[in-house]
């Protein structure tokens, strides 16, 4: 085993393209999906808010989507008002609210006096617009958003996290993450407490954490991510209401006739035609059920989900279609291309296929039951899908799946259908399927059964997997394994060790070119020969994450959180070549025909003719010139963020993070670094939703940024 050493071979980037007179990437016409966190209707206009894409509006009942972003500066919109023909947006990164008079053509901000806290909620009553917010209560406003003042009389501190707002006849209800329910009967002027029947925790905090109202008659409905409860006396007395709920973390409510609509986090949608006395999921053909939003239009029952995009029920939540045409918020995150079948895996809304290079594509889902695609194999006629939540194949090119998770382990009883699937590698009747916790599988009947083959292997959490020859590689963040002999053995030939500067980066994918294994990891690109006997360190690309190569002859393409770069001379010197890609944080690529096609996160599918991007000539430039840092991404993040920064001269370099009393909760880094770019993640599984600041000091050079924390 060897440890890799700290020997660093500076590689330089050129931007430019191979010839700029036509060379650029096109947004392909799908696949479509978004993260969608609001829903409102204005008149004939529907419109969605997403996390990433901002605001898409539909004029035909969701049949097509346009974006319509004009003068919008936030891109996570999490809330909307609606006011005669003014329509209000709540911006969650910004914590900005922005005015339409137009049907959304444009916008316009609407937020002084507002402290700059995410923007939770917004809802109009009599002659008050109100907005919740991460970490600053209410704010009122009585001139359509031009001015903004706290409304937080009788809000203490520990209310300061408000995520929903809801109305009630002349009552105003705003649910708090750690105090409960408040009651106003003024427009928020001042608040009382309203947590009749709500038990606290033994240290007198009511941590429910409300986030959405309903009203049905003169029953008030509260959701919670620990259930859902009714009030009839206007919130003196709450009751819980979750019989038939097997989702109890409620994300949004909705009320038609005699029906009231609950959305769920990870359980889809329930309905209940008996004022909340019991529940029945309504999800036959709601792929994704992260259901983050809901609205009605009067028959049509809207539901945007995380991922997936926005569906679309005409009986009552009994059936649903997806209705996302034009909706370009989707994270693409694996392909795989077979005799002119053009596969696509994502992030949300599951599988898709083209059949003309990517120029178009269609959903191709009949069977899959978890959206979250991440891995492909193709063996024989049979490919394979790898989510979230198992395997799927398919022997009819997409057009039905069926799982394929038995396992031969004692300790699997549901197979691995209780694993994430975070890669493939295909060796002749071989498919080795690695996982998030549980190592490597392996099968030998075409995904009938599988086996666990991974037992030499430290670490359970596997992120890639690659084969050259008759060598199988298995990454993770804490080394390299080898097997030549079809897994029945691993011996680990690389050790990220704590020794080194770059310990414990994530690590995405491999490539091979001869002999030649590339290894692309947070940090960078890491390179060995002989297959892996001698590495060669962190050999480029120094602080670009590195998620995924493609091989065309002796051009290596990386897709790169800087974008699509490309190099012809085995990794020493690189060429950008993103011209006119809006979106450059690739985390797929793929060879289809002619094209090259890079999958983005959160801007979907771009393609360029192959024949533009290989056989440019690749050089060398500088070192940054400047300290800087970048803002976070994703932003909102759960749980895992990554932070970008640069760095013009050897420096001691420190990245921290504080939360919104500035309190340092976290160290994300304390070291000495070279000239160069880098991209560190933050895990914050175990800290509370809000707002959070990363402060990044090198040498004279410090600056502070804002991150936001959803769970």
Known sequence: MKYICG???????????????????????????????????SDSNLFAGTEGAGIFRSTNGGASWTAVNTGLTGSNIHAFAVSGTKIFAGSWDLGMVFLSNNNGSSWQAASTGLPGFAITSLTVMGTSLLAGTVDGGVYRSTDDGTSWLAADSGLDYDASVVNALGKAGDNL?????????????????????????LIPDDLGYVTYNFTTFAANGG???????????????????????????????????????????????????????????????????????????????????????????????????EGWNAVNYGLIGLSVSAFASSDGKLFAGSNGAGVFLSINNGATWNSMNTGITNPYVGAFAISGTCIFAGTSGGIFFSSNDGINWSPANKSTDSGLPDGLASLAITAFAVADTSIFAGTYDDCVYRSTDTGSSWKLCGYAIIYPVISALGINGSHIFVGNPYGIYVSSDIGATWDQI???????????????????????????????????????????????????????????????????????????????????????????NIIS???????????????????????????????????????????????PFNPTTTITFSVPTHSLV??????????????????????????????????????????????????????????
Do not use: C
């Open 654 to 711: 420190s990245l921290k993070v504080f939360d919104i009393l500035g309190r340092e909760v976290a160290t994300v880094l304390s070291e000495q670094l070279p000239a160069g770019n880098y991209s560190r993640q933050w895990s914050a599984q175990h800290m509370p939703s809000g707002v959070y600041f990363y402060r990044l000091h090198a040498g004279s050079f410090t600056e502070t940024k804002k991150l936001v924390l959803l769970k």
């Open 173 to 197: 209800f705003a649910g708090t993450a750690n105090a409960g329910i408040f009651l106003s009967t003024n427009e928020g002027i001042s608040w009382s407490p309203a947590n009749g029947g």
């Open 219 to 317: 029953n008030i409905f509260a959701g919670s991510q620990h259930g859902l409860f009714i009030s009839t006396d206007n919130g003196d007395s709450w009751t819980q209401v979750n019989t038939g709920l097997t989702n109890q973390n409620i994300t949004s409510l909705a009320v038609s006739g005699a029906n009231t609509y609950a959305a769920t986090e990870g359980g889809g949608v329930f309905v209940s035609t008996d004022n909340g006395t019991s529940w029945r999921a309504v999800n036959s053909g709601l792929i994704n059920l992260d259901v983050k939003t809901l609205v009605i239009n009067g028959t049509n029952l809207f539901a945007g989900t995380y991922g997936g995009g926005v569906f679309l029920s005409t009986n009552g939540g």
């Open 7 to 41: 020997f660093f071979i500076a590689i330089f980037i050129v931007g430019g393209n191979a010839d700029p007179s036509f060379a650029q990437w096109v947004q392909t016409n799908g696949p479509y999906g978004a993260h969608v966190m609001s829903l409102a209707i």
């Open 494 to 584: 690389i050790a990220f060790g704590p020794s080194q500067p770059h310990y414990y980066t994530a690590l995405h994918a491999f490539a091979f070119i001869g002999s030649n294994v590339f290894v692309g990891k947070d940090d960078g690109l890491y390179m060995a020969t002989d297959n892996g006997t001698s590495w060669r360190g962190l050999y480029g690309l120094a602080g670009s994450a590195v998620r995924t190569f493609q091989v065309n002859g002796t051009d290596l393409f990386a897709g790169t959180s800087l974008g699509v770069l490309v190099s012809n001379d085995t990794g020493r010197s690189w060429k950008s070549v993103n011209a006119e890609m809006a979106d450059s």
């Open 589 to 635: 690529l793929q060879i289809s025909g002619d094209y090259m096609l890079a999958g983005t996160a959160g801007g979907a599918v771009w393609r360029r003719p192959l024949s533009e991007v290989t056989g440019v000539k690749t050089s060398m430039i500088s070192s940054p010139t400047q300290f800087s840092l970048g803002q976070n991404y994703p932003n």
